[in-house]
């Protein structure tokens, strides 16, 4: 079992920044990817940005590309999303997400969790 418990969601105006973190405990790390997903009301959850935890390699939405950044602390088993150029229409629910794959889609995440509000103001 992986425990994931995110941090750092808030209301924020469109060009600002945000941080969210995502702290796992658990099973070992070493073959598993961890990144992050996203719901907007009325919307399918969708994939934002991935990290291999074995040679943190990423992964990011062309939606998000150029303004987000996934990084993370080994010290802490804690990954980051470093939100610039915050737009609109990137208000969601962000959940942190892990997985023993590559996968960018929600149904095949292992571990889910809770989710962390982001809301951006034009």
């Known amino acids: 079992q992986v425990q994931l418990v995110e941090s750092g969601g808030g209301l924020v105006q469109a060009g600002g920044s945000l941080r969210l973190s995502c702290a796992a405990s658990g099973r070992t790390f070493s073959n598993i990817a961890m990144g992050w997903f996203r719901q907007a009301p009325g919307k399918e959850r969708e994939f934002v940005a991935r990290?291999?935890?074995?040679?943190?390699?990423?992964y990011y939405a062309d939606s998000v590309k150029g303004r987000f950044t996934i990084f993370r602390d080994n010290a802490k088993n804690t990954v980051y999303l470093q939100m610039n150029s915050l737009k609109p229409e990137d208000t969601a629910v962000y959940y942190c997400a892990a997985t023993y794959s590559d996968t960018t889609t929600p149904n095949d995440v292992h571990y889910w969790g809770q989710g962390t509000q982001v809301t951006v103001s034009s």
């Open positions: 990290i291999r935890w074995s040679d943190s390699s990423t």
